[in-house]
């Protein structure tokens, strides 16, 4: 079965700060990978995506995500933070088939970023 | 430009009352479209899927159900509003499936009481 695990319900970090979000995944297949925002009250904003090749991805707002096989995982990055990044973070496995069409999503992470 | 629009923007309902949901997207021929429902505060969960006009495949059940009456329109709907359907409605779409980006709409947020 296919899930995605974000083990960090919330994380808090001073503005200036470094910001990792972690992501694991569970899929037979080769993985197709996504990265969500989600600010108060509003739908969803893509970030970025995985679909293959360079493992190191990057995406809007000035985030990056690298991808690992080896442990995998799809963490999402960002240097310097800034407060206007606190919101929630989705991470997603597109768990399409030839059958069926499915986006898994982790539990979210809610990130706080303080001055 | 592809456009995504949901209705309502927000619905409070009592609960046994029926409910129809809509989204509509326009720019795109014979996209995917998925209904996603979120918990206060939980993660997305998919509700249905459909890749073409008057097929819809269900994903989790939840007294729901689904239709697509038209290429660019997905309807949700119940007969019977229950509490449990109080949160966070999303209309998505995709050009294919895998290997493609998923665009949401705003939402419908509801509230059953």
């Known amino acids: 079965a296919q899930s995605v695990d974000q083990p960090d319900a919330h994380v808090t970090l001073s503005e200036g700060a470094s910001l990792e979000l972690r992501c694991s995944y569970s899929?037979?297949?080769?993985?197709?990978l996504f990265w969500y925002v989600q600010y108060p009250g509003q739908s969803l904003q893509f970030l970025l995506k995985?679909?293959?090749?360079?493992?190191v991805v990057k995406g809007t707002k000035g985030f990056e995500a690298e991808f690992r096989k080896s442990n995998s995982s799809f963490n999402l990055k960002k240097s310097p933070a800034h407060w206007s990044d606190s919101a929630k973070y989705f991470c997603?496995?597109?768990?399409?088939?030839?059958?069926?069409?499915?986006?898994?999503f982790g539990q979210g992470t809610s990130l706080s970023v303080v001055p | 430009a592809q456009t995504i629009h949901q209705w309502p923007v927000a619905e409070i309902k009592a609960v046994g009352s029926p409910l129809s949901l809509g989204c509509t997207i326009k720019?795109?021929?014979?996209?995917?479209l998925y209904w996603y429902w979120q918990a206060t505060g939980g993660t997305l969960q998919q509700l249905f899927y459909?890749?073409?006009?008057?097929?819809v495949e269900s994903v989790v059940q939840l007294n729901l159900s689904a239709s697509r009456p038209k290429d660019d329109q997905f309807i949700l709907s119940t007969e019977k509003l229950l509490l449990s359907h109080s949160g966070f409605y999303l209309c998505?779409?995709?050009?294919?499936?895998?290997?493609?980006?998923?665009?949401f709409g705003s939402g419908t947020r509801l509230l059953v009481i």
């Open positions: 998505a779409w995709s050009l294919h499936r895998g290997n493609s980006d998923y665009t």
């Open positions: 899929y037979s297949a080769a993985p197709y």
């Open positions: 995985y679909i293959t090749g360079d493992t």
């Open positions: 997603a496995l597109d768990a399409a088939s030839s059958s069926f069409s499915k986006l898994v």
């Open positions: 720019g795109k021929s014979s996209p995917n």
């Open positions: 459909s890749i073409t006009v008057g097929q």
